[in-house]
């Protein structure tokens, strides 16, 4: 039997660190993504992460499977405040140069906070454990945000007794981040102007490539394109947001009258 939980997860700092850049600036994910959350989901629960090469972590090994979903809040238009914060290794095995010190720019979120979905199996007792530990806001180690420096906490923990897969009967709105196969702008459900009537939201769409995965072959990031947007969409798009007809590890589901959330 499944089970559909949430937490609000918070950090006053946070860096995401993209493989793909390198000097003069380290650059970070805007979004969290899911092989960071499984991260913290595995310190929250115990698990071991990276030992050694070549070894993917207990972590992600045993929690890869797990559907998750992640709601950025108190955020501009999907958009974390960022800043750039230099400092220097000093230990002298970071540089070749003389003195052995490296200059570290790294670019770094400010107070990022989402709130993070995961649809547990009651039988798994793994899954049980991680439940009762979000519930009594128990970590068995410090789960940080990136860098071991910008830790994070929790709160707002919450069950859901009424989840159900989504059927469209007129537009909908995804509250969460989600996966995407068409262009947004293709399935945006745009009402004729009436000066009477001002709709909420409408207002932004966000993107990002963001990991989903580890190749377990080559050790990297596997990417997915993502969007989060307060447009309603067309009914006869769903099956471009619902990705389970060629992707089973991805669904849609609606956790109350209002709101409809993407877990992959």
């Not at 629960?45 to 972590?57: D, Q, T």
């Not at 989504?166 to 702008?185: G, M, T, W």
């Amino acid at each position: 039997m499944k089970k559909l939980i949430s937490i609000d997860l918070c950090a006053e700092f946070g860096m995401l660190k993209k493989p793909d850049t390198n000097e003069p600036v380290y650059l970070t994910f805007n979004m969290l993504h899911k092989p960071a959350l499984l991260g913290i989901l595995g310190a929250i629960a115990g698990l071991k992460g990276f030992e050694k090469k070549g070894v993917l972590p207990e972590y992600y090994t045993k929690l890869k499977n797990l559907k998750v979903g992640i709601q950025p809040l108190n955020h501009e238009n999907g958009n974390y405040q960022k800043t750039t914060i230099t400092y220097n290794n000093t230990t002298g095995m970071a540089s070749k140069e003389t003195g052995g010190n490296l200059i570290v720019n790294e670019q770094t979120l400010v107070a990022p906070a989402f709130r993070c979905y995961f649809l547990l199996d009651n039988e798994n007792e793994l899954h049980q454990q991680i439940d009762q530990n979000l519930a009594s806001y128990h970590a068995e180690y410090l789960p940080y945000l990136g860098k071991n420096e910008f830790s994070v906490w929790w709160k707002d923990y919450k069950e859901y007794d009424d989840v159900e897969d989504f059927e469209a009967v007129e537009s909908f709105k995804i509250c969460s981040i989600f996966i995407k196969d068409q262009p947004i702008k293709d399935g945006k459900d745009i009402q004729p102007f009436n000066p009477a009537f001002t709709p909420e939201g409408n207002t932004f769409s966000y993107f990002e490539r963001l990991p989903v995965a580890y190749n377990e072959k080559l050790f990297q990031y596997e990417y997915r394109n993502f969007a989060f947007t307060d447009w309603s969409l067309k009914i006869d798009h769903l099956n471009a947001y619902k990705p389970e007809h060629t992707d089973n590890r991805t669904k849609l589901l609606k956790i109350d009258s209002n709101e409809l959330i993407q877990v992959f």
